[in-house]
């Protein structure tokens, strides 16, 4: 919490496998990290490693040779070391600032020697790690879509409703046109509804397939000559354009609807955005 510059992590093997994992997951939320392999250290990748960074070195035994010949190149410089192994009385552990004791009773393979047990307690320890870091710096989703621009929860947090809505050709019926003639709208329109406006282009409702459906059991033959008015949905749920994906996916989910209205600072109708453009 307190490191001023990067946290590198460092291992060999699986235990370098395992910190490739816990250097990115840091860094996805908040911690700017990276992995580096102990090998590469001797070979000029020091010069990454910073005053003011820590390094956590993970190592089982705490005695892995590349990794403790790596250790005296650091407390040189005077960067702080976080080891992370099952020995507590290891070297690793001895030469650390700070041990975090990984240890397990046996491995999980038949034989009892590849690592399995011990990688699952070090991915764990990462992820705990990378979570309490995320309390105490008050890490938010929207924090989170900064650094994920590419993926479905940066969608959802960074691009908003006007990025998806439809917004052209609109299907717009009147209060007094007849169902059989607003089923034709609705299906021209291919988002499974209409929206009703007056005169004033004031928004009274929708009628949506749903309302047609109910309609003919209700109705029968005679809801053909009905109007639109007496079979919609009034005071339908809106949205304003620069409302995030995400809250629009919140709205449709806790109403159970499948499309919202999209309206600006004077209500007036700019688009319709459905959960398929949210999920898309």
Known sequence: MECKGKVIVTGVGKSGHVG?????TL?????PSFFLNPLDAYHGDLGMIATGDVVMAISYSGYTDELLRFIPLLIERDISIIGV??????LLARYSACHLNIKVDHEADPLGLAPTSSTTTTMAMGDALACALVRLRDFQAQDFAQFHPGGSLGKRL???AR??????????????TKVVDAIITISNGKLGLAIVMDSAQQLLGIITDGDVRRAVQRYGREMFDLAVTDIMTPNPKTIRPDANLSEVDTILRRYNIHALIVTDEKDRVVGIIDSFRVMS
């Not at 490739?20 to 990115?24: G, P, R, T, V």
């Not at 860094?27 to 911690?31: F, M, P, R, V």
């Not at 192994?85 to 290891?90: E, F, I, R, V």
């Open 20 to 24: 490739e994992k816990i250097a990115a």
């Open 158 to 160: 960074l691009s908003r």
């Open 85 to 90: 192994s099952g020995n507590p009385d290891s």
């Open 163 to 176: 990025d998806y809505m439809v917004s052209h050709d609109l299907p717009i019926v009147k209060p007094e």
């Open 27 to 31: 860094a996805s939320l908040g911690t």
